[in-house]
């Protein structure tokens, strides 16, 4: 399970998607944070790249690659986060985090002294 969660925060999108399979098949509690984490991931992506064009000078321009970094939602880490909880809060992780804190709050403890 350890190693499964570590690669929640893998580079690549689709090692932190089979992870989170990976996690669900344990259902351990320990994930849940991890998991919430992983909803939405940023990635670095190469874009463009495509045709070649040449200007009537004959330059060649166009074809450069350039990476861009792109935000995913993970669709197995939340289905995975709904099945060890039980919640389903989508990819919203400040909902996701306010509901983890107040399951897991220490209780509150009555300082009062008695008479």
Request: hydrophobic share 35%; charged share 20%.
């Amino acid at each position: 399970v350890p190693t499964f969660i570590s690669y929640l925060q893998n580079p690549d999108n689709v090692m932190v998607n089979r992870a989170a399979d990976g996690v669900g098949l344990f259902n351990p509690p320990e994930a849940t944070l991890p998991l919430i984490y992983a909803l939405n991931t940023e990635h670095e992506v190469e874009v463009g790249g495509g045709a070649t064009n040449y200007s009537t000078q004959g330059l060649m321009f166009g074809n450069k690659k350039k990476k861009e970094k792109r935000v995913f939602q993970n669709t197995n880490v939340l289905a995975t986060l709904t099945q060890i909880t039980g919640k389903n809060f989508d990819y919203n992780e400040d909902q996701w985090l306010a509901w983890y804190a107040s399951v897991h709050a220490a209780p509150v403890a009555d300082l009062r002294r008695d008479p």
